[in-house]
């Protein structure tokens, strides 16, 4: 058996070259690098994709939650709820809006923001007269998270919803696809993501014409026009180039999808039969579109090390926990501040997981997982 990647961006290039290419070269030759009509076209494109009136495209998924932020007004001093289970972009981009993250616990079942502690810590705060202004709602591993509860939560205490969506393009929620939840939904397209370019992108999505045309504003130096400038802004806009790849890809999102879904079923059948291994939980409200497909164990460095020496390559997300990570020790969070999240941080394990994997290859994996358990 050859060696298992945990993303296979090769063979998916393999099959999408001359188009990929095409798109590339028409871009080289129309010599029209900065926005235009690939970007407005992909633009409209995506937000089609997501079931939202509006999209604007930007440079990186980080970049995104930080125009989104920006937009709603999240300023000096502000708090901002979210998740210690999450990439540090998510809090990175509170961060460099001025404001502050606070962290709430995730439900042990979906490993996504409990809404019960949610409100819990948002009495606490309003109790202390804070300048709280919004959540992020982290679709991690591309399950939504509980957004009827969230934004009744944010209903009752004033509070704004970004949805960070960077794993969870096509996820739905009750039906409905990511991206129109709140204020304003972030999404990435880095490489790896299950929409990616060839270098970094991302793209914010919302129903409010108002937030698109700030975002929009903010993410081309505050520009009006060519030369007018209401406000600095930032240079954060969507690439040309990626742009066209990503619609190309997008094309084959929804095929890339369901055999994600389809594999992630596999897997579960499987290893659902190994008592010692936790298979993720899908809430029956959710479509899951399984960015990555996360088990849990108790031995996870051991099989790490074990399924490596297979030739199988597995991933960590996330370790530490953001709330433990040096990055954070000004916050002032010790060891025991967020049990759930710091439980499972010793123990979830990130399979191999693309549309492109193969049922030999899952095969191989559930044999060598079951071997080494027995
Ligand atoms: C990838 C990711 C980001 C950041 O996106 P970039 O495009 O890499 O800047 C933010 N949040 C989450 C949950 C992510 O997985």
Redesign the pocket.
Known sequence: MRKIPLINLTSQYTKIKTEIQAAINNVLESANFILGSEVASFEREFADFCDVKYCCGVS??????FLALKAIGVGQGNLVITVPN??I??TEAITRAGGKPVFVDVNPKTYLIDPEQLEAKVKELRAKGDLLKAVIA?H?YGQPCDMNAINTIAGKYELKVIE?A??AHGAEYEGRKVGGFGAAA?F???PG?NLGACG???AVTTNDPEAARVIARLANHGRDGKYIHLVEGYNCRLDTLQAAVLRVKLRYLEEWTEKRIENAKYYSERLVKQPSISIPSVSEKVRHVF?LYVIRVKNRNELRNHLRKAGISTGIHYFPPLHLQPAYRYLGYKSGDLPVTEGLSHEILSLPMDAELTRTQMNYICNVLEAYIH
Do not use: P
Not at 60 to 65: E, K, Q, R, V
């Open positions: 990186s998924g980080t970049d995104a939650l999450t990439f972009a998510t982290v991690l960070d960077a794993q972030c990435s397209f880095y993501k970094d992108a991302g960015h």
